[in-house]
């Protein structure tokens, strides 16, 4: 009898070593998998977040530049202003799909805020020349992508860091500027 318990035990034991093994090991895989997807979803977010950005500074350009076409209304504003074209249209679609893949709602709603101030950008150059639109307007633009580069660094975890932009030389490269250059 005592043969029979012990090989009993023995092939239960064996048993549940196997079935402990397998779920550690399909628990290993499962957070191995989501670790990944994760990754890869980081990934993702960060080149659609920085492709927009880049879309808004080029739409932005362009509404600036001498050669940009002034239309009386469209689909951007229902008053007059600078044609952002294909870019204009590029900047859209970015937004649409930050509404579909951002993980916060800080993120969504500073990705609309920048195409906003991008959009009332170009309703100011409407009524001025090239190169004589007022500064509050540029620098609400560098405002609002700043604000949306700190929401979408906080999303994706990645370290605070100050995001402020230079607009000019540093008063020690000035100094040295030039006057040829200026």
Do not use: K
Not at 113 to 130: I, K, P
Not at 161 to 178: C, F, K, V
């Amino acid at each position: 009898m005592t043969q029979v318990v012990l090989a009993l035990l023995s092939v239960t034991g064996a048993l549940v070593g196997v079935m402990l093994g397998s779920l550690l090991n399909a628990r290993v895989q499962r957070a191995s998998w989501q670790h990944q997807e994760n990754t890869m979803s980081m990934r993702e977010r960060r080149a659609t977040y920085a492709a927009f950005v880049a879309a808004c500074r080029e739409w932005r350009a362009t509404v600036l530049g001498p050669e940009v076409r002034i239309i009386p209304a469209s689909s951007v504003s229902r008053r007059p202003h600078a044609d952002g074209g294909e870019v204009r249209t590029q900047v859209v679609r970015y937004r649409a799909e930050i509404g579909l893949i951002a993980h916060t709602t800080a993120t969504v709603q500073a990705a609309a805020g920048l195409m906003l101030v991008v959009g009332r950008l170009a309703e100011a150059r409407a009524g001025h020349e090239a190169g004589q639109v007022p500064e509050p307007f540029i620098q609400a633009c560098r405002d609002a992508e700043r604000e949306f580069n700190r929401a979408a660094r906080a999303e994706l975890r990645s370290p605070e860091i100050d995001l402020e932009t230079p607009t000019a030389l540093p008063p020690a490269a000035a100094s040295l500027e030039s006057p040829e250059t200026r």
